[in-house]
């Protein structure tokens, strides 16, 4: 059984549940969750405490709750809970696991670039870490997920997750390559935010364009 880990809260609205209707049967659902929620689909629940009450907004929380899903993930495909998946996402994932080459990769499966003219491969292509921000979908390598999991417990408050990615990346462990779908496989359908950053919807979502 593959797994995916869902990052999520008790957020009104919640679009929790029009997430899950996207996920193919063939997955079996862990929740990282802050706070009470319904789950509309039976998964494995792992409750995070609200850890930095004197932080007004969200952002020390969500570095918080971005590692507990990172350090807990069963096989290192995280989305946030305000996406949804393409239809056959899990083949098209696998088609594009199977594109890459290195042992340590992180993937974006939603980005908001033109990819044209990177034909790194068929599917995928190196992703430039300086311009790589939003986690709506990733796919982290088991090993990297905990290592990058332990340096945001290590740095909460430094910068947000995304961000923190990239700082990772480059000053920590160079050897993990990021990698992005050149056709999203999810579409963020979140209109009103959690406070950590504006609505937006990527153009290249791969069922706009079959």
């Known amino acids: 059984m593959k797994y995916i880990t869902i990052l999520t809260c ?9 997430t899950v209707a996207t996920i193919p049967d063939g ?4 929740y990282i969750a802050q706070g009470q929620i319904v789950q509309p689909r039976a998964g494995d629940l792992v409750p995070v405490d609200k850890k930095y009450k004197q932080d007004p907004t969200r952002h020390r929380d969500s570095q ?9 993930t069963k096989d290192g495909l995280i989305i946030e809970d305000d996406v949804k998946l393409s239809r056959n996402f899990d083949i098209q994932l696998e088609q594009r696991l199977a594109e890459i080459p290195t042992e340590r990769y992180v993937i974006a499966l939603y980005s908001c670039y033109n990819w044209e003219g990177y034909s790194d491969y068929d599917k995928i292509a190196k992703y430039p870490v300086d311009m790589f921000y939003g986690t709506q979908a990733m796919v982290f390598d088991i090993e990297t997920a905990k290592e990058f999991g332990t340096y945001l417990l290590d740095n ?3 910068e947000p997750y995304d961000l923190a990615l990239k700082t990772f990346i480059k000053t920590v462990n160079p050897e993990v390559i990021l990698y992005v779908s050149k056709m999203s496989l999810v579409q963020h359908i979140g209109d009103i ?14 069922d706009q364009t079959l």
């Open 64 to 72: 918080y709750n971005y590692a507990r899903a990172l350090l807990n």
């Open 193 to 206: 935010s959690t406070g950590l950053g504006n609505g937006h919807q990527c153009f290249n979502f791969i």
């Open 156 to 158: 909460i408050g430094r």
């Open 27 to 30: 997955y079996a659902i862990q």
């Open 10 to 18: 008790d957020r009104q609205p919640s679009y929790l549940a029009d």
